[in-house]
């Protein structure tokens, strides 16, 4: 089996005798396993993990898997694809618990509400989409986006934020009537959204080259974070909301202060396009990932590259921690979640 080199392509799977993608006509690229359908594998590290190693590899979707989290509970795993689905997973055994259908097209971003209760999966077909994570069903549609909506946070259990290629951030008041509110600013897509409680702040990250931060209570724009030279993929804030971290089609990760809008720090090491961020909850480390298959550690304090760790045959779009931070779940582009945890 080969595996079409077009991370957008519905269905990326084509015959061995292929030299281009029977569906979209992009180049396929190297020979990967065939899947099964809800399958946990046992996997052995392939690279200097510094502690890390991965211990779980989930097969199941049918195309790529676009996005992970991991519930605050730590009872479960979720993750979006090209499949059009939503997936939820037991953390510990990767059993399947609930295949997710309603979407009509690509489900790009997924969240999971703080109590655990409610998964959000934003999708090409312009929707949000809230789901019973118990019963695995659905509670509610969302629109209000004009186009692809990229990105979705929960900024309580009651708030959710979303960002799509409308230019527009959008926050929603969940229960009875929703209340939707639109942020404008971005000359471009709008890719990636982050909040952060501790400073009552939203950012955006998006195909303008720009991250921009924003106040939660008035809605106004507080500062538009200006350095890289391509599309900002993915940002996240750390825990206490002073460190923002941005990666890039430039290939490099940049760690900004919030307080003051500086450039912190520049990251280099990844070969291609950044897709992922996020901060190892209880460190100063940030794991990043890309298209160049790679997840990597960093230390915030002194830039130093920490370990990179290798497994995934193809773009790894999406890295998500548990709660405690021993745990981290990755998906990407080969239609694998792998879970990798960290060795005491």
Known sequence: MKYCSNPDCPNPANPDENRFCQNCGARLLAEEGIFGAGLAQISQPSSSGQGWRCVKTIVGHDSWVRSVAVAPNTQFIASGSGDKTVKLWQLESGKLLHTLSGHIAWVRAIAISPDSRIVASASNDKTIKLWDTARGKLIETLTGHSDWVRSVQFVSSKVLVSGGHDQ???????????????????DHWVTSVAYSEEQQMLASGSQDSTVKLWSLPTGKLVATLIGHTESVEAIALNPEGQLLASGSQDQTVKLWNVSNGKLVKTLKGHTDAVDAVAFQPHSAVLASSGKDKTIRFWDTKSGELLCTLLGHEGWVFSLAFSPDGQTLVSGGWDQAIKIWRLDS
Not at 171 to 181: A, I, K
């Open 168 to 186: 527009t951030i959008q926050l929603w008041r969940l229960g009875g009537q929703p209340e939707v509110r639109s942020l404008s600013g971005h």
